[in-house]
């Protein structure tokens, strides 16, 4: 639960430790949304997310999708040696990939690229 709380509250960047433990996101999105275990104590996934999180249901949910590339990305690791540093980044290489597979190669190439890694740059490189 320590990288929903992690990717939850914002607190995402490199040195979180939340491309090793990617992984663990899915308790979060299974067991919490998925399955509305929420409904224990809320109404809704929106007021879980209000109330607990202090956040809206698009954020999380933006949230829970750019861990699921980090995820996707990890089990890579051995041949990416960079993870995205924000929800930004994961959030355009979501969008702009269809596959776990074709995130791993665009990610590789945007890595390869040298230049910043934005956002922008996420999707030129996957539109290629």
Avoid at 77 to 94: E, F, R, S, V, Y
């Amino acid at each position: 639960m320590m990288v929903c709380r992690l990717v939850a509250t914002g607190a995402w960047n490199a040195s979180s430790g939340l491309g090793k433990r990617g992984a663990e996101h899915h308790v979060f999105r299974f067991t919490i949304r998925d399955n509305r275990e929420y409904r224990a104590d809320y109404a809704t996934f929106e007021e879980y997310c209000k109330k607990r999180w202090n956040r809206g249901r698009w954020v999380i949910n933006k949230l829970i999708e750019a861990a699921e590339v980090v995820n996707n990305l990890g089990e890579n690791i051995t041949q990416i040696q960079k993870l995205p540093c924000n929800a930004g980044q994961a959030a355009a290489l979501a969008k702009s990939t269809d596959t776990p597979e074709q995130q791993v190669e665009v990610w590789k190439a945007v890595v390869e690229s040298g230049k910043p890694i934005t956002a922008a740059v996420i999707t030129k490189i996957a539109q290629r």
